[in-house]
């Protein structure tokens, strides 16, 4: 009989200690995916123009990223790029596709994601160098959110589609950005907590959950963010002997 009682007592704690731990973690409701608000968020916050490009004193930056794998061929040589390590090679791609005479190209299509986590679909030389074009208009119009950074690194607990889960570790926005633009729809993952920000008041944060990370780059977006049409707005102000405060 004492042990009957004995093993329930031990069932019982097992049990309460399940529950205690799916309850700190917040369970599936901390789980993002491609298409989450926050996921969306967190792309126009380690958004760097440069990643995909030119340098910050250089004009017509890529305001895009190539997608990888991807495949470029160069003197009739395929490489396949894979990982971020290598994206120096997609850069030196994108910088030729507007020359003639070199012999590097894309084996298309090709998908990009733009700053906004939107994406499409390249098919030709042509439709790439048509999206290129836009670039340099389109550089004041950027969805970046520039006033709040996260402290790196960061630990991901990343699942894929077979439901197999691996601990990712980011260390700066580049990798951040590239990370969050490769996720398939049917990947997910979970950001551990607590983590460190500074917000769009320069204040140092910690943050331990989804929404409180959410709520505090949304405050960043209504100080700093930049939104379509937000340049031609500035221009009319001016135009009117008025003026907006730039947030930086």
Request: negative net charge.
């Amino acid at each position: 009989m004492k042990k009957f009682i004995l093993s329930v007592a031990v069932l019982t704690m097992i049990i309460l200690t399940t529950n205690s731990c799916q309850n700190d973690d917040g369970g599936s409701s901390q789980a993002l995916t491609k298409t989450s608000p926050l996921t969306n968020l967190l792309l126009r916050v380690t958004h760097n123009p440069t990643l995909a490009g030119k340098s910050e004193n250089e004009t017509n930056e890529f305001c895009f990223t190539v997608n990888l794998p991807v495949t470029i061929e160069n003197n009739g040589q395929s490489v396949t790029v894979t990982s971020q390590d290598d994206y120096a090679t997609v850069q030196n791609a994108l910088h030729q596709c507007d020359d003639d005479s070199t012999s590097v190209s894309f084996v298309f299509p090709i998908n990009i994601t733009f700053a906004d986590g939107t994406t499409q679909t390249i098919n030709s030389t042509e439709g790439l160098q048509q999206v290129l074009d836009t670039c340099s208009d389109e550089d004041e119009d950027e969805d970046d959110i520039e006033c709040l950074n996260i402290h790196y690194p960061i630990n991901i607990t990343y699942t894929d589609a077979n439901n197999l889960s691996t601990v990712v570790i980011l260390n700066t926005d580049d990798e951040a950005y590239a990370f969050l633009t490769n996720l398939e729809a049917t990947n997910s993952i979970v950001i551990s907590y607590p983590l460190t920000i500074t917000d769009a008041t320069g204040t140092t944060v910690i943050v331990n959950n989804n929404d409180d990370l959410q709520t505090a780059i949304e405050e960043a977006d209504s100080e700093c963010g930049h939104h379509d049409g937000d340049h031609n707005d500035d221009d009319e102000n001016n135009d009117n002997g008025g003026g907006k405060m730039s947030h930086h």
